[in-house]
């Protein structure tokens, strides 16, 4: 009986921590994809990964040029509806 209760423990432990992983987003894939559709000035994308739960405030690694940030980007010149929706769908002007 106690060996059951151990099994079934440990069976359940394990599916927490795979359910877990499973649903952890991956904030440095979500900040390249955020990046490079406001680069590409694709302002659907950008609005469908915010409302899919990507994060604005995140401050990712970019290549050759150290740490970014989401915010920083949309307070340029001509990416104000991008602004409006980071900060729409939570970004921290504030950071």
Not at 35 to 55: K, P, Y
């Amino acid at each position: 009986m106690m060996m059951r209760r151990l099994s079934l423990l440990i069976y359940g432990l394990v599916l927490v921590i795979f359910c877990t992983s499973i649903n952890a987003r991956d904030k440095e894939a979500d900040f390249r994809k955020l990046m490079d559709s406001l680069h590409s000035r694709n302002i659907t994308e950008f609005e469908s990964l915010l409302q899919s739960g990507a994060d604005p405030s995140y401050i990712g690694k970019v290549e050759n040029s150290g740490y970014n940030w989401v915010m920083c980007k949309v307070t340029q010149v001509g990416v104000s509806d991008f602004l409006k929706l980071a900060l729409k769908h939570g970004g921290s002007p504030n950071q």
